[in-house]
């Protein structure tokens, strides 16, 4: 199988570049939602303005978190679109604030667009960018991720978030993903991009079994060779099967991120950073009886 490794990595030190950060793999990454919107699917409304933005960052930070993940477009099955100038000034502002109170945090921008991107890290320096729908909703985007040289999370999706959930279909799930993935890197590497990470996009164009074969089957990406985010927190794919809703789903959430763990995750993308950075220490304490 062809290697994709980016020029940034190497093999015993699994890394990438923000700006002047090298952010290592060696142990499992929390990377903390900061939502700003008011419709997202569990904590929507709740961080509006820069008193509660900076409080929930600094409550991120406290408990453990490596990386803070705003996003200004709630990408629920079936949300509202937001346009390009809401989405901005809902960002900006929030930005600004974490950057003026916590200037050495780690940011990730939660967007599709290339526009945000671009005026994000010009004006506040380097961040990674967090693209949903992993380039195919804005053409523009992999020459700006170039031309910005930021890190890159590239995440698998079918359809929008509009009608990504009207009856998705595979023929062969994995082989599919993993060929969405393999195209688009080879169109990354056009363009100079240098630090990659996949997300397999966990309920963005899946069914219910389809998100249980993709957890079982994590380690099938490990042949891309590239870090692996995983954003499983308080899912559907949890209280669907378990009952209950977003509020009830934390066990569910951690027993899910736990076994992400054991198929490679690099990265928790969650709501609750406490319990997440716990499961990563008990992980990492267990991997490291077995050597």
Do not use: W
């Amino acid at each position: 199988m062809q290697n994709y490794k980016t020029n940034c990595f190497n093999s015993d030190n699994l890394s990438i570049k923000c700006g002047d950060k090298l952010i290592n793999f060696q142990k499992p990454l929390v990377m903390g939602i900061l939502n700003l919107t008011p419709d997202s699917f569990y904590d929507g409304g709740s961080y509006l303005d820069s008193l509660t933005i900076v409080k929930r960052a600094k409550q991120i930070l406290l408990e453990g978190a490596d990386i803070i993940d705003l996003g200004a477009y709630s990408t629920r099955p079936g949300a509202a679109q937001v346009t390009p100038k809401d989405e901005l000034q809902r960002m900006i502002p929030a930005v600004e604030c974490i950057r003026k109170e916590f200037p050495e945090a780690t940011l990730s921008i939660d967007t599709f667009r290339a526009e945000i991107a671009d005026k994000v890290v010009n004006q506040f320096g380097s961040c990674i960018i967090n693209d949903i729908s992993g380039g195919t909703m804005d053409e523009k985007m992999y020459e700006t991720i170039g031309e910005l040289q930021v890190p890159y999370i590239m995440m698998h999706i079918k359809g929008t978030p509009q009608n990504m959930q009207i009856n998705p279909t595979y023929g062969k799930l994995m082989e599919e993903m993993i060929d969405f993935f393999r195209v688009r890197i080879e169109d990354l590497n056009k363009y100079g991009v240098k630090d990659v990470i996949l997300d397999p996009g966990f309920g963005f164009g899946k069914t219910l079994d389809h998100n249980y074969e993709i957890l079982g089957k994590l380690m099938e990406f490990k042949s891309l060779d590239l870090p692996l985010l995983i954003g499983l927190s308080r899912k559907s794919m949890i209280y669907r099967l378990l009952g209950g809703d977003p509020t009830t789903s934390l066990n569910g959430t951690t027993a899910l991120n736990m076994m992400a763990l054991e198929g490679g995750a690099n990265i928790l993308r969650v709501h609750d950073v406490k319990e997440a950075v716990e499961c990563v220490n008990l992980h990492t304490k267990i991997k490291a009886s077995l050597k």
